[in-house]
Every structure is written in structure tokens, then in C-alpha cells.
């Protein structure tokens, strides 16, 4: 598959992992902004469905951990989310929001449930935006149903089954085609080591650049730069900044 718009870039990319959540804020326009004030070009976020069909910007399936408010975000409507705080603080935003305030920054989003794939296909149309997306899932079926919509318009994350696919493919050293453009992947997939050389390599060869989350520690974003890898995913924006100005990435 042919290099998307979304990838082209002469070297490695920074991902903010929620706009960078050590900062003690996750999801949150003020998390989005210290990144994207720091330098970042792309963030990285979630997105689930309210009861009354609106895109918002939330990782848990439930309110409990960030919020004073238990339950489902999907059970709850625009109304009710608004008068939700994050850390007792901190707005829910809208995946519009990000979009609106931030034109020019490139986005992964991480659609984590089936029910808002419709209303992020027409999200998608509305805005038109495909050059600064990416969609990365744990579900195959979301990303094929988002590839069968849209097609190569679309850039799209290897799901889990296709990294495994490909791990299996490395170590025979057989091509492959698959639909994504590209693999974000952890370290490790179900115990099995995925990130070495030869992986990193193979799936180069195979036109699929790749980019690793979510990584922490300095040493190790150094070490998977080393490597050849082409995109860090973190949470320690601070620590990724300086290991990529390090390098002269920045």
C-alpha cells in the first residue's frame, strides 16, 4: 500500500498520548493545548458516543476513574457530560472542539466502541479532513468497517490480529498485504514480543511505517529511535521532546 498524506513525514513523529497524560489531565482541551503548545504536530485521543448520538472525547468506557460521576459515557447525553468535570475541573470535549480550535494539527483517534463508528463516518464527511487523521482501534471491526467507507482516502492502524499477522510474516520473511497503512503496536501483543529490528524492517519493506505506544521512558524512546521505528506514541511529552530534540527530529 502506498504511503498516505497522514505519514508523510522525513522523520520520525512525536504523538501526544492524550495530549500527554502524565500531565495529571487526559483528554481535555487544556491537555491538548500544552502539547500542541509545546510543539507537538500530532495528538493522539479517544472518542465514545453519548446517549443523544454526539461524538465526545473520553478513553474510559465508564466516568468512574477521572470523574466524581459513575456509569457509561454512552449513557449519558450532551447535557449531562457538560455538567461532568474531569478531576473535578476539566470539561468533556467534543471531538468537534479539538477539530475547530486546531485546523492545521494531524489527530489518531481511537474509536473504542462499535456504536460510534456511524456517527464518526459522517463526522468524517463533514469535516473532510482525511490528510490529519489517523484511526488506530483494538477492534478489526471497526477499522474494516472505517476502510470499507472510506478506503485508501482513510488512514488506518494495523488492528491486533494484522500485527500479529505481520510479526509471523517478519519471521519468515514472506510479504503481505493488508489493509492498513501503517502499525502502531505496542512492545508486546498477548505476551508475544513484537518490536525488534527485524519487525521494524520488514514492515518498512512492506510500506508500513511504524509507530509504538505508549512509551515512557527516555532511554527506551531513544533505544526504539535507534531501532528505526517512525513515530513514538507517550504520555511523557516532556521526556519525548527532549529525546527527539536530541536527535534532531524536533
Known amino acids: 500500500m502506498l504511503f498516505?498524506?497522514?505519514?508523510?513525514?522525513k522523520t520520525p513523529v512525536a504523538i501526544a498520548h492524550r495530549g500527554g497524560s502524565n500531565s495529571g489531565i487526559e483528554n481535555t482541551m487544556e491537555a491538548f493545548e500544552n502539547a500542541i503548545n509545546?510543539?507537538?504536530?500530532?495528538i493522539e485521543t479517544d472518542i465514545q458516543i453519548t446517549k443523544d448520538k454526539k461524538l465526545v472525547v473520553f478513553h474510559d468506557l465508564t466516568l468512574d476513574r477521572l470523574t466524581n460521576t459513575k456509569g457509561l459515557v454512552k449513557d449519558k447525553t450532551w447535557n449531562e457530560l457538560k455538567k461532568i468535570k474531569i478531576l473535578g475541573k476539566y470539561s468533556i470535549p467534543l471531538l468537534s472542539d479539538i477539530f475547530d480550535k486546531w485546523p492545521k494539527i494531524k489527530i489518531n483517534i481511537d474509536p473504542k466502541n462499535d456504536e460510534c463508528i456511524d456517527y464518526l463516518i459522517s463526522f468524517l464527511r463533514e469535516y473532510n479532513c482525511f490528510e490529519k487523521i489517523c484511526i488506530g482501534s483494538f477492534s478489526g471491526k471497526r477499522l474494516q468497517r472505517l476502510r470499507k467507507e472510506f478506503g485508501p482516502k482513510l488512514c488506518t492502524s494495523a488492528g491486533p490480529?494484522?500485527?500479529l499477522k505481520l510479526k509471523l510474516f517478519s519471521l519468515i520473511n514472506l510479504s503481505i498485504s493488508i489493509d492498513a497503512n501503517c502499525v502502531q503496536a505496542p512492545l508486546k501483543y498477548y505476551g508475544i514480543?513484537?518490536?525488534n529490528k527485524n519487525f521494524i524492517k520488514f514492515c518498512q519493506s512492506q510500506n508500513l511505517m511504524v509507530h509504538v505506544w505508549t512509551i515512557n521512558d527516555i532511554l527506551e524512546i531513544e533505544r526504539l529511535l535507534d531501532l528505526g521505528v517512525n513515530g513514538i506514541i507517550s504520555d511523557n511529552i516532556e521526556g519525548l521532546k527532549?529525546?527527539?530534540k536530541k536527535k534532531n527530529y524536533w
Open 4 to 9: 498516505h498524506k497522514y505519514l508523510k513525514n
Open 38 to 42: 509545546k510543539g507537538f504536530k500530532i
Open 161 to 163: 490480529l494484522e500485527v
Open 193 to 195: 514480543n513484537i518490536i
Open 242 to 244: 527532549k529525546i527527539f
